[in-house]
């Protein structure tokens, strides 16, 4: 049961995943006794459940609620609808997106261990070897993600690791990665050029969660050279209407400490 489960995850992490098996992912978590290695995936399906019943806080725009109602007829895939993908980036926020994948082993020029014993453990080698541009191509998402991840445990961050986050953000072929990548250097927003790749890929993003996610964090650490973007996206009408919508709450955020 346990192998079959790992292979659904691998699936959801990879975007693939039918409604059918995420019931049978999302069931398992919450009924069914969870091994000690896959309990760190629990927490993302638990808060959807508990998300189902929480109402919206008074800061949240009404008609970007409406907004985020989910087509009746359209076929769903996972984040197939903008509101679970909404849900899905608020998740992230508050676990880190700790999914990931479980361990998986790659043979480049010996073993490389993703998941240390300890955070002394965490090798930058090992994450700068996985986040390589160049070895995209070679490694899933879920282990980019993995390695996103263990960015957190590191002790010390260097500039080659932010800047390899930055590189994942922007151009990591998979948005979930994007989303880990985003949510990681929200971390190390006091490192240097971190606050101006997040400003600057505003301008690169286009899928809408990622969007939101880095409106979000950029009103988070009140980011003013952020204001421009913001009002940029409101006047491009190819942008979807919920980016806009939060776009503008982000600019009324952001330029009220100045009035």
Partial sequence: MDQD????????????????EEKVLKNFFQNEVVPEHLKTHGAQFGYFVSARNELPSL?????LANLLEPPKQAPI??????LVRIAAGLALLIVGFTGGLLLQQRKDQGDI???????DEVSHQAIKSVLAFEKVSETSASER???VNQSYKLSEVDQDITRLLVNTLNFDPNVNVRLAACQALQHFINEPEVSEALVQSLAIQTDPNIQITLIEVLVSIKEKRAVEP????????????VVRAKAKEGVSELTSADV
């Fill in 77 to 82: 895939r996972r984040f197939g609808s903008w």
């Fill in 145 to 147: 993600i993995q390695a």
């Fill in 59 to 63: 800061t949240f725009n009404s008609q």
């Fill in 230 to 241: 913001f009002q940029q996206l409101l006047r491009d009408e190819k942008v979807m209407e």
């Fill in 113 to 119: 261990a993703f998941l240390p014993k300890s955070k």
């Fill in 5 to 20: 489960i790992e292979k659904l995850l691998e699936k959801y992490y990879e975007g693939e995943t039918t409604i059918e």
